[in-house]
T-cell receptor, first 110, second 114 residues
Framework: DAKTTQPPSMDCAEGRAANLPCNHSTISGNEYVYWYRQIHSQGPQYIIHGLKNNETNEMASLIITEDRKSSTLILPHATLRDTAVYYCIVRVVGTYKYIFGTGTRLKVLA | GAGVSQSPRYKVAKRGQDVALRCDPISGHVSLFWYQQALGQGPEFLTYFQNEAQLDKSGLPSDRFFAERPEGSVSTLKIQRTQQEDSAVYLC????????????FGPGTRLTVT
């Protein structure tokens, strides 16, 4: 079954880049990788998604390895407001079931 | 524009009671998802609707859980004979139906079963 693996927690200094890794070795060839974040007591918020190529938007960059078995979310200049739980998500092939996993709790330090 | 709204925000139920949780998706969003999030865990998929059709209910944990979306807009998640292990935050999300579209989440309903 589809599965994602992320480190449980990370710290990052304010203003520095935060690099959050995710392993999704069971992903199928046609499935996207999605990243969301969840700030305490709120619903998850979409950040970015990708298929094969690296992606960038106003929030973050997504680097996907050539074999698509892992990816890294990059927050280029982390701020205190980026403190949240970050989830790497894949969908189970042939279903509408998205797998969130347990996420990485990122703490941005002043 | 208005985002996804859920009501109630908090619900306390005694064990054995039935509860109904409501989700108002973003207008025009065809896809609607329900997730269950236990304390300290990531959201877990429960069910998916495309318009009024429930296309995937593989995540519903038991036959006590039932979801509907009769007119393809508002959705209700019903839990019958609640048990303590049902205590969680129930999240609703909506999206456009195309592959690769982002899901917009509501704030969730926190259910506590005593």
């Amino acid at each position: 079954d589809a599965k994602t693996t992320q480190p449980p927690s990370m710290d990052c200094a304010e203003g520095r880049a935060a690099n959050l890794p995710c392993n999704h070795s069971t992903i199928s060839g046609n499935e996207y990788v999605y990243w969301y974040r969840q700030i305490h007591s709120q619903g998850p918020q979409y950040i970015i998604h990708g298929l094969k190529n690296n992606e960038t938007n106003e929030m973050a960059s997504l680097i996907i390895t050539e074999d698509r078995k892992s990816s890294t979310l990059i927050l280029p200049h982390a701020t205190l407001r980026d403190t949240a739980v970050y989830y790497c998500i894949v969908r189970v092939v042939g279903t509408y079931k998205y797998i969130f996993g347990t996420g990485t709790r990122l703490k941005v330090l002043a | 524009g208005a985002g996804v709204s859920q009501s109630p925000r908090y619900k306390v139920a005694k064990r054995g009671q039935d509860v109904a949780l409501r989700c108002d998706p973003i207008s025009g969003h065809v896809s609607l998802f329900w997730y269950q999030q236990a304390l300290g865990q990531g959201p877990e998929f429960l069910t998916y609707f495309q318009n009024e059709a429930q296309l995937d209910k593989s995540g519903l944990p038991s036959d006590r859980f039932f979801a509907e979306r009769p007119e393809g807009s508002v959705s209700t998640l019903k839990i019958q004979r609640t048990q303590q292990e049902d205590s969680a935050v129930y999240l609703c999300a909506s999206s456009r139906p195309q592959t690769g579209q982002e899901q917009y989440f509501g704030p969730g309903t926190r259910l506590t079963v005593t």
